[in-house]
């Protein structure tokens, strides 16, 4: 970076700057397509676990917040680009997403994955579809004798089965759960598996100041019992903290 000799009157136009980006709007990233974590609704709008935990924590950190849509496999390059401030997307805390950005304190406890499919099968020798840049998909390609069937977005994955492309779907429990419980012909499969660290938001690295009032507001909402509701609410069966 280069160094720049700053002027009195140009210390205190950053300083005006300064001020004005404090009460910036923060922008949040989502997919919207990952109920009940995250989906649009038919009013368009966002909806779900993670949009009634964004408005709260929003108020909690006194910031004015506006909610932006984008597709899951440039979620993180689009935040690191600036087309929005901090991610609330169902992305699961993992070392190799720390390389790249950082994260808030966890708001959701590891979600159990698991298998949905139509007939019994066995994981460790079948074709599975996972959702992109998923922990789901790095599990599937870790597994010896297991094929891994990528897709852009959730419902993909579940077509994949219901067509006889792949054989399941691995993904998170709260999320195929409605699935299950609205077709018959599909069922949970094999044992469920723990990966990744738990759910929190992402953030740019150089954004530490957001990334803390964040994680001060997830932390006020565990500790008043706000947090463990809303989890109760949206993922039944999910451990609450």
């Known amino acids: 970076m280069k160094n720049l000799i700053l002027s009195t009157a140009a210390l205190a136009l950053l300083g005006n700057m300064a001020m004005a980006d404090a009460h910036a709007t923060v922008r949040l990233g989502t997919e919207g397509a990952y109920p009940p974590y995250n989906f649009i609704n038919d009013a368009g709008d966002v909806d779900g676990f993670e949009r009634e935990l964004g408005d709260e924590l929003c108020l909690r950190a006194e910031l004015t917040c506006e909610w932006v849509t984008n597709e899951w496999d440039s979620i993180i390059p689009n935040l690191v680009s600036g087309n929005?401030?901090?991610?609330?997307?169902?992305?699961?805390?993992?070392?190799?997403?720390?390389?790249?950005?950082?994260?808030?304190?966890?708001?959701?406890l590891p979600d159990p994955s698991s298998y949905l499919a139509m007939t019994e099968i066995d994981p460790a020798s079948s074709v599975i579809a996972a959702q992109t840049g998923t922990?789901?998909?790095?599990?599937?390609?870790?597994?010896?004798?297991?094929?891994?069937?990528?897709?852009a977005t959730p419902d993909e994955t579940i077509?994949?089965?219901?067509?006889?492309?792949?054989?399941?779907?691995?993904?998170?429990?709260?999320?195929?759960?409605?699935?299950a419980d609205a077709d018959p012909e599909l069922s949970f499969v094999g044992d469920n598996v723990l990966i990744g660290g738990g759910i929190g938001m992402g953030f740019r690295q150089s954004d530490t100041e957001l990334r803390d009032k964040f994680s001060a507001a997830i932390a006020s909402m565990k500790e008043d019992g706000t947090l463990n509701a809303l989890i109760t609410k949206w993922l039944p069966g999910s451990e609450t903290f």
């Open 159 to 179: 077509a994949a089965v219901k067509n006889g492309e792949a054989d399941a779907v691995l993904a998170d429990n709260a999320f195929l759960v409605p699935f």
């Open 84 to 108: 929005y401030d901090a991610i609330i997307a169902g992305m699961s805390i993992t070392e190799e997403r720390m390389e790249v950005i950082d994260f808030s304190e966890q708001y959701t």
């Open 135 to 151: 922990i789901q998909a790095s599990y599937v390609a870790s597994l010896e004798g297991a094929t891994l069937l990528e897709f």
